[in-house]
């Protein structure tokens, strides 16, 4: 509202925040050094903000659900039911959720760019108390990017540009742990 009360209209700088939610369920088995846990499932809940420009001049949303929908559930269908450990990249990256999150971070804003919206972050939730927040750094923000473990090549690949966010790594940054898939 204006200060005289009149709602103002949207303008070009207007945007959106636009919040989706999905599940996907997989299965995994996770080493730590000389500890490997016991294959096991989750229903990981994927929470996605996407920034959306107001379309000022028409007035028209900026995108449609439906086609946001499709674009992320074709990210996240390849890993639908499966054994995570068996498969790219998790065949060679530990597949903890915040290695998890971070590759759906990449592979979600690889298949939303089309539609004109970039991610702001991806939160991956193993279990109602614990999750993974990637992020899209702040303008101007000093912070340290921890780096995929694989280096300067798996950052390229996957298009990640993020910091992990709350919680603790399973892995250092940089360090490699091929999950057991046996």
């Known amino acids: 509202m204006s200060s005289n009360g ?17 599940f996907l369920n997989a299965k995994h ?10 294959v096991h499932g989750h229903s990981w809940r994927l929470e996605v903000r996407l920034a959306a420009d ?9 995108v449609e659900f439906a086609d946001l929908d499709r674009a992320i559930r074709a990210a996240i269908r ?8 068996d498969l790219e990249p998790f065949d060679r990256y530990a597949p903890a959720t915040e290695n998890i999150a ?5 592979a979600v804003g690889a298949e939303v760019k089309r539609l ?7 939160t991956l939730w193993e279990a109602p108390t614990k ?22 090549d798996a950052e390229a690949r996957y298009e990640v540009a993020a910091t992990w966010q709350p919680g603790r790594s399973r892995l250092a940054p940089g360090e490699t742990r091929k999950g057991d898939s046996g």
């Open 6 to 22: 009149a709602v103002q209209a949207p303008t070009a700088q207007t945007g959106y925040v636009i919040h989706l939610t999905f």
């Open 29 to 38: 088995r996770v080493s730590f050094g000389r500890e490997s846990s016991p």
């Open 54 to 62: 107001f379309a000022a001049e028409s007035g028209d949303p900026a």
């Open 78 to 85: 390849p890993y639908e039911g499966k054994f995570l450990n």
């Open 102 to 106: 971070r590759f759906l971070y990449g």
């Open 116 to 122: 004109g919206v970039r991610v702001l972050d991806v």
């Open 131 to 152: 999750g993974i927040t990637v992020r899209t750094p702040l303008p101007g923000a000093a912070t340290a990017v921890p780096r995929l473990p694989g280096g300067p």
